[in-house]
Each structure stands twice: as structure tokens, then as C-alpha cells.
């Protein structure tokens, strides 16, 4: 892990994922093409065998990556729809008032830990959203 100051930029990349997981016969679910944007959260998708990209309704919805398979894709029409929103340009990371911030890198992703007055952790990777806690705050807090 990589520990740096709070002041460096944090850069939210869009992601284009197409799904490779080979289910087994009775549980059998498309495999999507999907566009992520920096938070993990679907933009848009591909559905399989056809060429109508879906534009997501809630702009907060993860994907779930737990037991699945993907590989990173590029998609004429996904990239332009990408290029298109704004929220794909690059962020400064803005530190709140009386909040520790930690960048930390793990398997080539960054995350911001934030330790607030009350020593409670918080963190932008997927894991945290989902149980309230993972390995980048549990070592923010070994760590302090």
C-alpha cells in the first residue's frame, strides 16, 4: 500500500467492462458490456447480442463484481457516452473540515480513507459501501 497526503489528485476514470463469466446451464445470465464511472457505479451497459446501449435511471447503482468474471473492453458508443458526461474530467479531492484523508493504493487502484473527528473510518472503495468496513480502513486504522 501507498500512503500519500490528501492533496494530490484523485482522477475518476471511466471503465468500459464486458462480462466473461461462464455460468453453469441452470443459472445462466447474460453477460453485459458495462460502463463504470470512477466509484464503481453503472453508467450505462450493453446488453448481450444486442446493439442498444441502456442509459442507467439511477447513476448510483454498483455492479456487483462478487463470483463474476470481466475484462476491460473499449465500445465506440459506450466511449462517446464516457466523453460525454461530465463527471468523467478529473476531480481535485477536497478535503472536509476537521477530517483525516488517506490515499491508498491497492492492486493498482487508489482509494480515500477518511477518519473523521469521531474516529470513525469511511472509505470509496465498493467493499465499504457494501459491509461498512475493508482492508484499506482496517489498515488506515493499524496504522494511526
Same mark, same amino acid.
Given at each position: ?24 446451464? &441452470? +443459472?445462466?445470465? @447474460? ?7 470512477? *466509484?464503481? $457505479?453503472?453508467?450505462? #451497459?450493453?446488453? /448481450? ?42 476531480? &481535485? +479531492?477536497?478535503? @472536509? ?7 491508498? *493504493?491497492? $492492486?493498482?487502484?487508489? #482509494?480515500?480513507? /477518511? ?30
Amino acid at each position: 500500500m501507498t500512503w500519500c497526503g490528501y492533496s494530490d489528485i484523485l482522477c475518476t476514470m471511466n471503465e468500459i467492462l464486458k462480462e466473461v463469466t461462464e455460468w453453469q446451464a &441452470e +443459472y445462466r445470465v @447474460p453477460n453485459h458490456t458495462y460502463l463504470l464511472d470512477g *466509484k464503481g $457505479n453503472i453508467v450505462a #451497459y450493453l446488453p /448481450e447480442g444486442s446493439n442498444d446501449i441502456v442509459i442507467s435511471k439511477s447513476q448510483s447503482m454498483k455492479l456487483n463484481k462478487r463470483y463474476r468474471k470481466f475484462v476491460k473492453v473499449k465500445h465506440i458508443g459506450l466511449e462517446k457516452i464516457a466523453k460525454s458526461l461530465p463527471s468523467f474530467k478529473k476531480e &481535485e +479531492y477536497t478535503k @472536509p473540515k476537521n477530517v483525516r484523508a488517506f490515499k491508498v *493504493k491497492s $492492486n493498482d487502484k487508489e #482509494y480515500i480513507v /477518511e477518519v473523521f473527528a469521531n474516529n470513525k473510518l469511511s472509505c470509496s472503495c465498493v467493499g465499504f459501501g457494501y459491509r461498512g468496513k475493508c482492508k484499506h480502513s482496517d489498515a488506515v486504522k493499524a496504522k494511526l
